[in-house]
T-cell receptor, first 113, second 113 residues
Framework: DQQVKQNSPSLSVQEGRISILNCDYT??????FLWYKKYPAEGPTFLIS?????DKNEDGRFTVFLNKSAKHLSLHIVPSQPGDSAVYFC????????????FGSGTRLLVRP | KAGVTQTPRYLIKTRGQQVTLSCSPI?????VSWYQQTPGQGLQFLFE???????NKGNFPGRFSGRQFSNSRSEMNVSTLELGDSALYLC????????????FGPGTRLTVL
């Protein structure tokens, strides 16, 4: 049972435009969400997080939106840059087992120059 | 501050052998988590250690085990290797509180022949 889903395996965006990566979850106990970026042969790099008490968190070009009623979160990258091309993973954890991250399957983002 | 380090970076073993992977967390971090990444199953949680105690465990067979030392360094061991154990093994560290961000190392690529 996939508790965290990233339904788009890939996304292609023009440089300078907005990239929107989506993530859905099924477990209502999840209360902390993170986005990681991953290049091949490297470990995931933390980007941004959001707790369930918020609906938006912003850090520079990256903004994460959380819609708890829809069990949906999204990552917005504005403006997109070629260096943003990587695989993006959404992850979630529940307060009672917050050390255990449940990851989505990832979305490969390609930013075209 | 140095990041999470993992050794070795690459490893080739044969079926039936055992392997030990090592992880040194970020200085001051007391929690170490281990994840397995495979093309078919994605990123899956193995276990998490804090102050030398296993706090959480994923759904992996008993062939997968780990431990943490008093300096927070951690090792994971896989016994009786199977072909399906070929994967990227990632270690992540955090300070250990409930919503602390986990920072990942570069991983150890294990190939089982």
């Amino acid at each position: 049972d996939q508790q965290v889903k990233q339904n788009s395996p890939s996304l292609s965006v023009q440089e300078g435009r907005i990239s929107i990566l989506n993530c859905d979850y099924t477990n209502s106990m999840f209360d902390y969400f993170l986005w990681y970026k991953k290049y091949p042969a490297e470990g995931p790099t933390f980007l941004i997080s959001i707790s369930s008490i918020k609906d938006k968190n912003e850090d520079g070009r990256f903004t994460v939106f959380l819609n708890k009623s829809a069990k949906h979160l999204s990552l917005h990258i504005v403006p997109s840059q070629p260096g943003d091309s990587a695989v993006y993973f959404c992850a979630a954890s529940a307060l009672d087992s917050s050390y255990k991250l449940i990851f989505g399957s990832g979305t490969r983002l390609l930013v075209r120059p | 501050k140095a990041g999470v380090t993992q050794t070795p970076r690459y490893l080739i073993k044969t079926r039936g052998q055992q392997v030990t992977l090592s992880c040194s967390p970020i200085s001051g971090h007391r929690s170490v988590s281990w994840y397995q990444q495979t093309p078919g199953q994605g990123l899956q949680f193995l276990f998490e250690y804090f102050s030398e105690t296993q706090r959480n465990k994923g759904n992996f067979p008993g062939r997968f085990s780990g431990r943490q030392f008093s300096n927070s360094r951690s090792e994971m061991n896989v016994s009786t290797l199977e072909l399906g154990d070929s994967a990227l093994y990632l270690c992540a560290s955090s300070q250990g509180e409930t919503t602390d961000t986990q920072y990942f190392g570069p991983g150890t690529r294990l190939t089982v022949l």
